[in-house]
């Protein structure tokens, strides 16, 4: 990462002191080239500044309205009041949050003792290891044959069915390897004729130098449990154990047998049919903020790991 | 005496090591790292219970399997599913779609974030450059339950998307997602907003590192923008893409189901279905586990042999292999 920066700046420098006016060429380029980049930017922020904006919309007005939206449509927080009094949805933030929680927990535990024990230089079984760890990046038994297992070993409509099978990712295992071996073998050779044990130097010494690549992992396990749905739609029966996300397909996703039934049960007094569709449209778009809004918060604050995160893994595949 | 002491000095010394020195390393190598083992054992638990578990359940493909039954008492049937599979009237359908699908992929979904990280490339405005990057980034951390909701609700009968179609076309559309013609290009292109900016950074990355020196000389000769671009920039992060491209050709006939099952509805089956949709649908919605299987492990194979063929076409002609 320093090296990257320092060859940024060194660019920079070299391209400062070459500099030559622009030509007509160079202008043209860099109109067409900041045009198209701010429409991309747009393309790509548009969906969720509308979502935004038709949360807080009145909804018969939002019925009537037909494509683009620059300005809510009169303002309103029922939309928000009726997900919050809706007790399934508390019980899938709850769920999530559990799952989310643990799962991330023992992620963390697990990867990190099979990154330590993969990045061991004098362990005899080490290759062994890692032949069983590889092939499972190629082969696995597919979708029918581990949903089997995952019954017959009683992962099955609990909680330990949402953290169990996804304990571990092998890719991030090979990620996190990849950093404890890049740090210099001369620190724990010291440690070690210091008399200390291996545990003591995975402690003190690997983990708290590879904090930037574990914020990385850290980040992708918590991306990928907080938006986990499929599992749980395979393996839980019971509503009361569903995540935000599963129920976030029974109301956004209606091209299944379950239909959605919030908004229509909520507190709040329905008038008529037509308003009661228009409630239930409205509750659609508080329900994606409300889901969304904890992930992208997250994000402003871990996105300077990203880079390096995508860096590692792609070099040390 | 003194020579039997000396046999029996020898004779050990001299026969303990040769028979078993494997075991002697292995008992030095566990008293040594057995704090290592310890912590191996949980994680290569999980492997053999996670990943090697189904393994051994892809028996069941060549096997009448009925739960009630259970794996022991079922009837051994051969390649009977797999025949009905390729006799069966939705063989090429799926097939057909998996390959196309990816195509589209490859075709809009590959180049695309290479397209965006070569114009952010010639941003010379940090500000700029870095508010791009952070707005793009952003929808890969949206869940793709959400993503698929609001494309329920961009392509619904008074849609933005539908909204914007009709105007240009001049056409009336009910919900896109009920045109089979429409699903390809609303999957692929949903993909790339989600993805465009993420799948970007590897090849930001890869273009920092090219060397100044080149660039340098290239302005000391006149030469202009694009062909820099063309001629410096796009062959520098050749490596990187090749790889990628192993991986997309690799996965031509692989696809994740999850996306699909969020958008697709009997309506549009004929051009959405792709087999892991279609083993999903067979396998938990119907209940034929062992047909289902059996498709799996078809598409597993022909996934591998993919993978394997192109890594070895990009070995021999560009010296770029994953192994």
Redesign the interface.
């Known amino acids: 990462m320093v090296?990257?920066g320092m060859?940024?700046s060194?660019?920079k420098k070299?391209?400062s002191r070459?500099w030559?006016p622009k030509?007509t060429?160079?202008r043209v380029?860099?109109a067409m080239?900041?045009t198209?980049?701010?429409a991309?930017?747009l393309?790509?922020?548009y969906?969720?500044l509308?979502?935004l904006l038709a949360s807080v919309s009145n909804p018969n007005a939002l019925m009537a309205?037909?494509?683009?939206l620059l300005k809510p449509l009169g303002f309103t927080l029922d939309g928000y009041k009726l997900v919050f009094k809706d007790n399934s949805l508390l019980v899938g933030y709850k769920n999530t949050i559990i799952y989310v929680g643990l799962g991330t927990l023992i992620n963390m535990v697990?990867t990190i003792?099979?990154a330590?024990?993969l990045s061991?230089k004098?362990?005899?079984?080490k290759n062994f290891?890692m032949i069983?760890?590889t092939i499972?990046m190629?082969?696995?038994?597919?979708?029918?044959?581990?949903?089997?297992?995952m019954k017959d070993?009683y992962l099955y409509n609990n909680l330990w069915a949402m953290i169990?099978?996804t304990?571990?990712s092998t890719w991030n295992?090979i990620i996190l390897r990849t950093s404890f071996q890049a740090l210099p073998a001369e620190l724990e050779e010291a440690a070690t004729i210091d008399g200390a044990?291996?545990?003591a130097i995975l402690v003190r010494v690997i983990l708290p130098l590879s904090k930037a690549t574990l914020a990385v992992i850290f980040l992708y396990y918590l991306?990928g449990n907080?938006?986990s749905?499929?599992n749980a739609m395979?393996l839980l029966k019971d509503r009361e154990l569903f995540p935000l996300?599963?129920l976030?397909?029974e109301?956004?996703?209606?091209?299944d047998s379950t239909a959605t039934t919030i908004g229509s049960a909520g507190g709040v007094v329905i008038d008529s049919a037509q308003s009661s569709t228009a409630f239930r449209e409205l509750v659609?778009?508080c329900a994606?903020v409300v889901?969304?809004v904890p992930?992208?918060v997250v994000?402003?604050f871990l996105?300077k790991y990203?880079?390096k995160g995508?860096?590692v893994g792609?070099i040390k595949? | 005496m003194e020579i039997v002491r000396k046999l029996r000095n020898i004779a050990p010394s001299a026969k303990a090591p040769k028979p078993n020195p494997t075991r002697k390393?292995?008992k030095k190598?566990?008293k040594?790292?057995w704090?290592?083992?310890l912590?191996?054992i949980?994680?290569?638990a999980?492997?053999?219970?996670?990943?090697?578990?189904?393994?051994?359940?892809?028996l069941?493909a060549f096997k009448d399997y009925k739960?009630l039954l259970g794996f022991a008492e079922s009837d051994w049937v051969g390649f009977k599913h797999f025949i009905d599979f390729f006799q069966g009237p939705y063989f090429w359908r799926v097939i057909k779609n998996t390959l196309l699908l990816n195509v589209w992929g490859i075709v809009f979904g590959f180049t695309a974030p290479i397209i965006?990280a070569l114009?952010?490339n010639?941003?010379r405005d940090g500000k700029?450059k870095k508010?791009?990057q952070?707005?793009?980034?952003?929808?890969h951390?949206?869940?793709?339950?959400?993503v698929?909701?609001?494309i329920?609700?961009?392509t619904a009968d008074?849609?933005?998307v539908t909204?914007?179609l009709q105007w240009i076309t001049g056409k009336d559309y009910t919900s896109l997602?009920g045109y089979s013609s429409f699903f390809r290009p609303i999957y692929t292109f949903s993909g790339i907003?989600q993805n465009?900016?993420?799948d970007s950074?590897?090849y930001?990355?890869a273009m920092?590192?090219i060397d100044?020196?080149l660039?340098?000389a290239a302005?000391?000769d006149g030469i202009?923008?694009?062909k820099k671009m063309w001629y410096i920039t796009l062959p520098q992060i050749t490596p990187?893409i090749v790889?990628l491209f192993i991986f997309a050709i690799g996965g031509l006939m692989a696809s994740g189901?999850?996306k699909i099952i969020?958008?697709?509805?009997p309506l549009t089956y004929d051009t959405a279905d792709v087999i892991?949709s279609y083993?999903?649908r067979r396998?938990?919605r119907e209940a034929s586990?062992s047909f289902?299987?059996a498709v799996?492990?078809f598409s597993?194979v022909i996934n591998?042999a993919l993978?394997w063929a192109t890594n070895r076409v990009a070995r021999r002609t560009s010296e770029v292999s994953?192994w």
């Open positions: 090296e990257k060859a940024l060194g660019r070299l391209r070459h030559k030509t060429g160079d380029f860099d080239n900041y198209l980049l701010t991309i930017t393309i790509c922020f969906p969720l509308h979502i309205h037909s494509g683009i697990m003792m099979g330590f024990v061991r004098d362990l005899y079984f290891i069983l760890i499972t190629f082969f696995g038994g597919g979708l029918i044959p581990w949903f089997l297992l070993i169990l099978p304990a571990l295992i044990s291996q545990a991306v907080w938006n749905w499929f395979v996300q599963l976030m397909k109301i956004l996703v209606a091209n659609k778009y994606i889901s969304t992930i992208l994000y402003p996105q990203f880079v995508v860096y792609s595949g | 390393t292995i190598d566990l040594k790292n704090f290592v083992y912590l191996a949980p994680v290569v999980w492997f053999l219970v996670f990943c090697y578990g189904p393994m051994w359940g892809v069941i739960p965006l114009m952010l010639e941003i700029f508010s791009v952070t707005i793009t980034y952003m929808p951390f949206i869940s793709l339950v959400v698929c909701g609001i329920h609700i961009f008074e849609g933005v909204q914007v997602l907003w465009i900016g993420w950074i590897i930001l990355a920092s590192s100044p020196a660039y340098e302005e000391i202009g923008r694009i990187i790889i189901y999850e969020l958008l697709y509805n892991a083993v999903y396998g938990l586990l289902s299987t799996g492990l597993a591998f993978l994953l």
